[in-house]
Structure formats: C-alpha cells, structure tokens
C-alpha cells in the first residue's frame, strides 16, 4: 500500500479548488499585466530537466535544526527526531544515519513544534504541528501518523509540548494555538480534549499531571505574563515574572511534585513561580522568586531533575552560548563543543540555538543553527552530531547524447557523483572544487564543450575538465550594489572621502537548472535568491533575465531548445513565461492562489508533452495545490485526480512531474505525489495508476537506516527528480531519485527497479 497522507491531505472531491488569495502569496506578481499568450515557443520543448529545490546550506556539513525531539532513553536506543529543511526525520543510531518520515504527515506547511513523550521508549509516541495544519499524532515512533480534528486547518503555528507526570499515569501532551485555543491529551495524544482558554497569544507552553490526574497548565505570553490554572481553565492565576513586554520563552514544571513552575524571560530573566493551587496539599503556595539572569538575552530553555543535585535549568543565549544552575542560580558556561556559525543566523534574524533536549541519561541535545549537538552525559562537553546525510542526493542529470546509461548526481557533502552504467557502479569526482556543496546538476550535450556533467552550488556553475584535472567555477556578478552598499558607499565619500565598494559577486543558493542542447549551449539557472540567469557555454557570457524576478526564489526551469522560450515558477508567484521584453509574464494566474504556495523543495514543476509530436503542446503544472495541465488554447484544468481513494481525491503537493515515453515511443506523464508515490499516464489529464518497483530482488543496497527492499510491489514514495534519457538513443528509459533512493525505468516510468545510489 502507498504511504498515506494524514487527513489533512485529503479533499473531497469537488469540481475545483476555490479561488482565495494566498496569504503567503507574493502581494505583487510578476510582471505588469496578465497575458492571454499562445505558448510560443514553449510548445517545442525538446530537453526538459526537473531538478527540485534544496535550500542553499548555510555550511559545510549541516544545516539548520529548527526541532528537536530525544528518546527519553536516547543513551541507549540513539533515537531522536529533529525538523531540517522542513523534514522531519529520525535516528536510531545517535545520529550517525537520518531517515525522512513522510507517511502520513506529508502535507504543506512549516512544522511549528515536535514533541516526544516523556516515556517515548514505553509508549513511541509523538506529537507534531505544521502551520495551517494543526496536530498529528504517531503511537509507532514515527513509522506513521493521523492527522488529529481537534484543530481547525488555516491556524498559524501550533506549539505542542509533552507533559510530566506520575510514572504510573500514561504520559500527556499539550497544544496551544495562536489564539490561545488550548488542548490536553492524558493517554500519550490518542484523545484529546480541549481546556478553556485565557485567549493570550502564547509563546511558550507547560503542562504536568496534578496527584488527582488533573492537568496543570501554563502558558507563556508574548507580553511577558505567565497564567496557569488547575482546574480545566474554570479560573487562571497570573504573574508577570520579567519585563513587561518581553516574551517568555520557556516553562516547565517542576519534576516529582509538579507544584512550581520555572521558566526564562526573552531578557535572560529565570524566576521559580509557586501557583496559590489551594485544592494540592503538595503545593507550597503562592510566590514569585527572580533567579537571576542568564547573562542575555535568552532563545530556549530546559528544565531536568538531576538526582541528589536537585533541579537544573539551561538556558541557550541568543548569541549560542549555553549556561547552567542549579535552578537557575549560579550560572555557569556549558556549551564546549557547541560552535555558533557566526554572521549567518544574524543575518537571517534567527538564535543560535532553538531548542533544547534532555534524557533519562543525564544528557543534552540542542537543536542549532550550526546543525544539532548532544552530550555523552551530564557535565560533559557537546559533539556534534550529523543531521543530513552526506550522500543525500540534490539533483539528477542524464547525458543527453549518449546511451542512456551515463548519468550524474549531485550530493549535498559528498560532492559529485558518476556512473556510466546505469548506476550500478558510481565514481566521485576528484575532490578540489570551491565546493562540495552541490544544489542541482545538468549535463549538457558534448557538442557545447564540456564533456560531463555542470554542478551548480551557491556561487554559481562548476565542472571537472578531466583532461586537464582541474575544476571550473563560474560565477555570475551583478554590478548594482545593494543597499548595504550603496549606504556605506556613500557614509564613506560623506566621511572620508574613499569611493564606495566595487562590485562583488552575489552568493546565489542555486536551486534549479536546465541544461543545453545540441543547437544551444546556455545552462539557465535558478536561484535562491537572485532571480533567473543563463550563460552561454562556449563564450562565458552571463545574463540576468527578467529584472522582476531578481530577488526571487526559483523552485523550477524548462527551457526551449533554440529559442528565447522560458518557463520558471517563483515560489509564492506560480508559473511564467519569459516574454519578449525580457520580462516575465505569469501563466498561472487564473488558477487558485493556493497552486503558488510557497513550498520549501519546488512543488512547482512543467514538462513539455509536445517534445514527443503533440499536436497541441500540453503543459503540466505541479502545484502546492495538485497537479493542472495547460492545452495548446491557453485553457488551465485542475486539479487532475492523480491518486484517490473510493471516496475521496487527493490533493496532495507534487513533488515532481515528467513526460517521458515507452518503448513504443508513446508519451507517459509521471507524476510524484508527496507521500503516495509516483504516479503514470498515457494522458495527461487522468487515468493516473501507481508506479511500482518490480517483484525480485532489489539492485539497491544501503538506503541509509532503510533496510533493502525486496521490490515486492512497493510505491515509491518521496520522488523529486524525475530525467528521461534522450528517447532517441533507449527509448522508456527513465531516471528518478528521491533524496536517499535511486531508481531506473525501462518502460517510461511504468515500472522501476532500484539502484545503488552513490555512498
């Protein structure tokens, strides 16, 4: 069976999906005015190549975590859970190998809080929320989770936290929603029920079980007020415990008793606070002691009993630096081994460290924007700890003019990757180049000069000349300085007199590119953040096109060979074409606001059906929002039934789409939906059936912590790149690769065996 999306993923069926303005839509589009454009030369597309998009890394070998979730018995079973990239995924080997988790929590929307129970290693269970979604639960350690109906979709994020409570109670969860909705679960998130709510705005969440089994709660409030109450939110004590107007960022109760709560003002401020609760006899009663400030302004927090050594609070600064007391008193410095990345997580207005983890073992794990760290024990200093696999595959490229058997991938710390058979045997290019952090890969046709493949990274293009076992680094410059400059440009000439800086070249986080063909050798590329650029192989000219696209993340390209013919999708802008003033006119702006959602890895992806002698050039739309096709009269229809079950359609985010053909030379659509798998057609606009991998022994190996499948009819779920070979050389022969899994076709996609991906 294909892995199945929560609730939240599927719609019932319905004629179309209601116009409504997305909220996270751009406020203004592309280009001055819709046209009502022919697809020009769009319609004679003759190389496609879909490459998603990885966000630009911020350095070498992780990225940012945003959540983290431990085992309570990570010491011994190395399980944790953290969100990276807008992933969710989990070890259960300390770290060492990642797994993505996507049955049944697979949907669109940013993961706003992850919680593990405290007695995860009895009862596997979890909790998570993703903005606009609401809440999903998992009983199985995260094999696979439901979307819970106790929260309405369109909220924005939800913090969920895991409570405390007598060892001979079922462990609880708490929700809070931004309008103060509050919820409790009491047998380890299998039921909920909801608790009158104070109506604050939270920002930071506790919950523990009273000796009655009663849920304690208090929530954290942006304006610096804690509230609490014992009795379901019949009545709520409040204390203000820091400044007024600063956030609290962090509570818990108190182990054992649960009859104070500690938490952490944004200043840095921790304070004990003892709530009246008159009905607990084990409740000291009322009061409020400041404990002492962290030495700054503070990000995340974390409360632990430490045996004979009573309770000790930590507190991450917002600079990185970690500190410990007992309590929250006596401060003292414990984050060796935990490096800040120093300028980036300023630059983009984020902590150092986001969250912190602790265990039965005495130990620490800190979610960081320097990836995620975790302690051997109590006292001891941090390591580092993987949080991407090196090998994690970032885009798929196929020689155009060869036999369907040469094939390059991309890697996210492992640099490039060939193989000439098919994939069965892979050879690293040497290392040496500016980077091995690789983003996408294309390959273009020998004709154009370079006889492999083109990696693209944050600066711009490379590739290895093997005859001169050197690499080549091509980077765009863009000459206007930006704002930054310009100001201190002129506070120099203003002061000094010294001109203002030169020109320097852009960091660009490129994310997607098409590749030349036989008559045409320019790479267009997308970037993260400078809009769209093209360069010309055989006399290195750069071009910057479409000036209202400049500063715009691209998720996908398709080009036409020999022409000026563009399509591009913006995240947040949809879809459009490079019209003939260099400017780009939207195609997508008749279809539902949600089709341009702004989707961390590039829902958006076109293919070309006129490449294969359509009458009509078909384009293919894969949105945020399901899949939409375009005929040659510029008439949109969607959202295409791709997978559905007796009921109900589903509506899934694509994740990539193609067109390639089978050994007949006929056109096959392929379609990957986010958590079902990848899907085939002989047309376009339905009879959509799931492609599966062929019964027999898999050609695959290691897949990371996933074992070796033996190919027993299974979906193949996760598919973000999908790369016919040139037809006319094997016609049916199809590549496709999800982040950790590489499989071949031979048929157009309607069935796949799988291959060893490069370790």
């Not at 294909?2 to 179309?16: D, K, T, V």
């Not at 990274?457 to 400059?485: Q, S, V």
Request: net charge negative; aromatic share 8%; hydrophobic share 40%.
């Amino acid at each position: 069976m294909p892995p199945q999306c929560g609730l939240n993923e599927i719609r019932r069926a319905r004629p179309a999906i209601p116009q409504a303005r997305s909220r996270m839509a751009a406020p203004n589009p592309a280009g001055s005015s819709r046209r009502d454009t022919h697809f020009g030369a769009l319609a004679a597309l003759t190389a496609v190549v879909l490459l998603a998009a990885i966000p630009a890394g911020a350095h070498t070998p992780h990225d940012p975590v945003n959540f983290l979730a431990v085992s309570d018995t990570f010491d011994v079973d190395g399980t944790a859970f953290i969100v990276v990239h807008n992933e969710l995924k989990r070890t259960v080997d300390g770290g060492a190998t990642w797994h993505r988790l996507e049955q049944g929590i697979c949907g669109l929307g940013k993961f706003s809080g992850l919680a593990a129970s405290e007695r995860f290693s009895v009862d596997r269970s979890l909790v998570a929320s993703r903005t606009g979604d609401g809440l999903y639960a998992s009983h199985d350690g995260g094999d696979s989770w439901r979307r819970l109906a106790v929260l309405p979709r369109g909220l924005g994020p939800v913090i969920v936290v895991a409570g405390t409570g007598p060892v001979d109670r079922p462990a609880g969860f708490a929700a809070v929603d931004p309008g103060g909705r509050l919820l409790v679960s009491q047998d380890a998130g299998e039921t909920w029920s909801s608790v009158q709510s104070p109506g604050a705005a939270p920002a930071s969440l506790a919950m523990a079980t009273g000796p009655g089994g009663e849920p304690r709660l208090a929530v954290g409030t942006g304006e610096g007020v804690v509230l609490y109450t014992g009795d379901r939110g019949l009545t709520w004590e409040r204390v203000a415990p820091g400044a007024a107007g600063e956030p609290v960022v962090m509570l818990a109760f108190e182990p054992e008793t649960g009859a104070s709560l500690v938490g952490l003002a944004g200043s840095g401020q921790a304070f004990r606070w003892r709530p009246s609760c008159a009905a607990d006899p084990d409740c000291a009663g009322p009061g409020l002691n400041r404990l002492g400030f962290a030495g700054g302004p503070v990000s995340a927090g974390h409360l632990s009993a430490r045996g004979d050594a009573g309770v000790n609070l930590v507190a991450a600064r917002r600079d990185g630096e970690i500190v410990a007391g007992p309590a929250g008193s006596g401060w003292r410095p414990e984050s060796v081994g935990v490096v800040p990345y120093e300028g980036q997580a300023e630059k983009f207005h984020l902590p150092q460290v986001t969250q912190i983890s602790g265990w039965t073992g005495d130990g620490l794990c800190v979610a960081a924007f320097s990836g995620l760290h975790c302690q051997t024990g109590s006292g001891a200093g941090f390591a580092e700890r993987q949080s991407i696999d090196p090998h994690e595959i970032t885009g798929l490229a196929v020689a155009p003019d060869r036999d369907g058997r040469s094939l390059a991938v991309a890697t996210f710390n492992a640099g490039g990757w060939v193989s000439e058979d098919g994939g069965e045997s892979w050879s690293r290019l040497p290392p040496g180049a500016v980077t091995d952090h690789f983003w996408a890969v294309t390959w273009p046709p020998g004709s154009c000069g370079v006889a492999g493949p083109v990696f693209v990274g944050n600066r711009g293009l490379i590739w290895f000349d093997a005859p001169g076992n050197t690499w080549h680094l091509r980077t765009p410059r863009n000459d206007e300085p930006d704002f930054f400059d310009r100001a201190v440009g002129a506070l120099q000439r203003m002061l000094r007199d010294v001109p203002p800086p030169k020109p320097r070249p852009k960091v660009f986080g490129t994310v997607a590119v098409s590749g030349g063909t036989a008559d045409d050798c320019r790479i267009w590329m997308g970037t993260r953040y400078e809009g769209v650029w093209s360069y010309e192989l055989t006399d290195g000219v750069w071009d910057a096109l479409g000036p209202s696209a400049q500063r715009t993340r691209v998720s996908s390209i398709v080009r036409a060979a020999g022409s000026q013919g563009l399509a591009a999708s913006f995240v947040g802008r949809g879809l459009h074409e490079l019209g003939p003033d260099r400017n780009w006119v939207p195609l997508t702006s008749d279809l539902p606001a949600a089709t341009t959602g702004a989707d961390p890895f590039g829902a958006f992806k076109a293919a070309q059906a006129a490449r294969f002698g359509a009458a009509d050039g078909v384009l293919m739309y894969g949105s945020a929002a399901g899949l939409y096709t375009r005929s040659g009269d510029g008439t949109w229809r969607g959202p295409i039934e791709v997978a559905s079950t007796d009921t109900v359609v589903i509506r899934n985010p694509v994740d990539s789409v193609a067109v390639a053909a089978d050994v007949a030379e006929a056109p096959v659509y392929l379609v990957s939906i986010r958590g079902r798998g990848l899907f085939f057609s002989h047309r376009p606009d339905g009879g959509y059936a799931a492609a599966r991998l062929d019964a027999g022994e898999s050609m695959g190996g290691d897949h990371g912590s996933a074992p070796a499948r033996t190919g027993t009819g299974e979906s193949m779920p996760g598919v973000r790149w999908i790369v016919p070979a040139d037809r006319a050389r094997e016609s049916g022969v199809v590549f496709a690769a999800s982040p950790e899994r590489l499989f071949r076709s031979a048929d157009g996609g309607q069935s796949w065996v799988e291959v060893a991906r490069p370790r």
